[in-house]
């Protein structure tokens, strides 16, 4: 049946993004896992199948404003990371990685760009969760072991060294087993049992410390006990203990305490109260999931990526415009004006720069609220 060429009417925008559908496109409904940088991203379908939009070389043949498969990951994957212009995937209990391959962040122990994904070399157990954020791809074993690889030059692959890496580093953690990993831009923390440990850049308190010095180790983050989740952006990061803690950059009020001073030890961010479910931080952006599944965000609004309605910055959390319709259960926020929210009913929807196709919804256009990505 013949469907009309999609529109976006501003009333369409206003509500949120709803949207009349082509033959070509769809809007995505199976959606199970979700990650946004600095120029694409990605999403996992109930299939295992990966799929890209955007501009960079993480997208098969060129730039995409809408949601394209990428070849070899069409079945079995569990889990993307997307960075500068390189993305990875676990996939049969492999890491795969493709893109770019400056500073070896493949990992397939060379520095020549890969547009089909390469598998990871040296991973000894199982991978279970991979972050990238900026160009250090860093996997969660099943073990509990962590690895690391690509830019070193501040300590990104926390084996005690600093300089690049073309293939899997274990990083040196000290204090029992991971259980959540978190990457942010030169810097990776990871969750214990009952702390929490940060390694490379340390500008703006990133490690949190209580110094700003890089380490190529980690160090243990000041006066942190368990956390049910931990969030990475830029140069600050969240964690969820019986209260939201964040520390790092404050410039946009990003750490939610109402200030915009840098720490470099974990605050309370009394802005977040009720304690939400889970964090997705961006570029100076905290936005979260609430346990009612709407999504708010504050800090910088950078071309709408809060997805308010507005371009303007906002110092306490602001809804995200729709998700109290259809809610949602993971955000993924980038360094750039971009968020990315999972729904509750598979869909993926983004809001702030369109520019080259990044909020794949079919255009190349920006939105202040979010939109449906389609393939």
């Known amino acids: 049946m013949f469907k009309m060429k999609i529109l976006r009417p501003l009333l369409a925008a206003l509500l949120g993004g709803l949207w009349l ?174 702390t929490v440990e940060c390694w490379g850049e340390g500008t703006d308190g990133r490690l949190g410390n209580g110094d700003t010095a890089d380490s190529n180790i980690p160090v243990q983050v000041t006066g942190l006990g368990p956390v049910t989740d931990l969030s990475l952006g830029f140069a600050h990061a969240c964690v969820i203990e019986t209260e939201a803690k964040c520390w790092g950059s404050n410039g946009n009020s990003e750490l939610s305490n109402g200030d915009i001073t840098s720490t470099s030890v974990p605050v309370s961010a009394t802005f977040w109260n009720p304690v939400p479910s889970s964090f997705g931080l961006g570029q100076s952006r905290t936005c979260a999931v609430l346990a009612n599944g709407e999504a708010h965000c504050l800090g910088s609004n950078t071309a709408g990526a809060a997805g308010n309605g507005t371009l303007a910055d906002t110092v306490a959390p602001a809804l995200m415009v729709g998700t109290d319709v259809v809610g949602v259960t993971d955000i993924s926020s980038s360094s750039t004006g971009l968020t990315c929210v999972l729904g509750v009913d598979g869909s993926v929807r983004c809001t702030g720069f369109g520019v080259a196709g990044r909020l794949g919804n079919g255009d190349d256009l920006s939105s202040q609220v979010l939109v449906n990505v389609v393939r």
């Not at 295992?48 to 501009?55: F, K, L, M, R």
């Not at 990875?88 to 493709?98: F, G, K, L, P, Y």
């Not at 073309?166 to 923390?189: H, P």
């Open 21 to 194: 559908l082509t033959a070509c496109n769809t809007v995505v409904d199976d959606a199970v896992a979700i990650d946004v940088s600095f120029n694409s991203s990605c999403l996992v379908n109930s299939a295992g199948g990966v799929e890209c939009w955007g501009s960079g070389m993480v997208v098969p043949a060129g730039p995409s404003n809408v949601a394209v498969p990428v070849p070899t990951l069409e079945t079995g994957a569990t889990d993307v990371a997307v960075g500068i212009n390189s993305a990875c995937a676990i996939q049969s209990e492999e890491v795969w990685c493709w893109g770019s391959n400056e500073s070896g962040k493949l990992g397939n122990g060379t520095l020549v760009d890969s547009t089909t994904p390469v598998a990871v070399v040296g991973l000894p157990s199982v991978p279970i969760d991979v972050v990238l954020f900026g160009n250090t791809p860093c996997v969660l074993l099943l073990d509990g072991r962590v690895f690391c690889w690509g830019e070193g030059s501040r300590g990104e692959i926390g084996n005690g060294l600093s300089g690049d890496q073309s293939i899997a580093k274990e990083v040196q953690i000290g204090g029992g087993a991971v259980e959540r990993l978190a990457s942010g831009n030169r810097f990776t923390c990871a969750a214990l049992a009952s």
